[in-house]
């Protein structure tokens, strides 16, 4: 699917009904819906992000506490020196995460993805070790935007 990558897949209960309709397609801007119609093939690249860049994403900083005490990056590995900063549809999603990869009093905070995306490319900007890409919905869906093209992801968002 061109620009991205799928990692982390697990099977959803949810299923939307296919429609025909490009149209229709892009009616509804619900973050699980429209993921659903990219992975089936049913949006392309460029329809999912102009779409996907509107929708309100959750998310918290790359760094904060484990329940062992340490502080650490909870990030996941990419190639490169690089690394994917997971974002989420709902506040539900990202609790289940953070709360598996045992972080604690974490904040989540809320944002169009688009901005979210601007956001990560401001933190690559500074003098960081790793640069950051994105990966959405880990563990349900796990599409990721690579690090170095945040650029043309940005542009297709708007």
Same mark, same amino acid.
């Given at each position: 699917?061109?620009?991205?990558?799928?990692i982390?897949?697990?099977?959803? %209960?949810?299923?939307?009904?296919i429609q025909?309709?490009?149209?229709?397609?892009?009616?509804n801007?619900?973050?699980i819906?429209?993921?659903?119609?990219? @992975?089936? !093939?049913?949006?392309? %690249?460029?329809?999912?992000?102009?779409?996907? *860049?509107?929708?309100?994403?959750?998310?918290?900083?790359p760094?904060?506490?484990?329940?062992?005490?340490?502080?650490?990056?909870?990030?996941?590995p990419?190639?490169?020196?690089?690394?994917?900063?997971p974002?989420?549809?709902?506040?539900?999603?990202?609790?289940?995460?953070?709360n @598996?990869? *045992?972080?604690? !009093?974490?904040l989540?905070? @809320? %944002?169009?993805?688009?901005s979210?995306? @601007?956001?990560?490319?401001? &933190?690559n900007?500074?003098?960081?070790? &790793?640069?950051?890409?994105?990966? &959405?919905d880990? *563990?349900?869906? !796990?599409?990721?935007?690579?690090?170095?093209?945040? %650029?043309?992801? &940005?542009?297709?968002?708007k």
């Amino acid at each position: 699917m061109g620009l991205f990558n799928k990692i982390f897949k697990k099977k959803l %209960d949810y299923q939307p009904p296919i429609q025909n309709n490009a149209a229709k397609l892009l009616e509804n801007h619900d973050g699980i819906s429209l993921l659903d119609k990219h @992975e089936k !093939g049913l949006l392309d %690249d460029k329809s999912f992000l102009s779409s996907f *860049g509107k929708v309100k994403v959750f998310y918290s900083t790359p760094f904060g506490d484990h329940k062992d005490g340490s502080s650490r990056l909870f990030v996941l590995p990419a190639p490169d020196k690089t690394a994917y900063l997971p974002v989420f549809t709902s506040t539900e999603r990202a609790m289940e995460f953070y709360n @598996e990869a *045992g972080r604690l !009093g974490f904040l989540l905070m @809320e %944002d169009s993805f688009v901005s979210f995306l @601007e956001t990560t490319k401001k &933190i690559n900007e500074g003098n960081t070790p &790793i640069k950051l890409g994105a990966v &959405i919905d880990p *563990g349900y869906y !796990g599409v990721t935007v690579n690090a170095n093209v945040l %650029d043309t992801v &940005i542009d297709m968002t708007k």
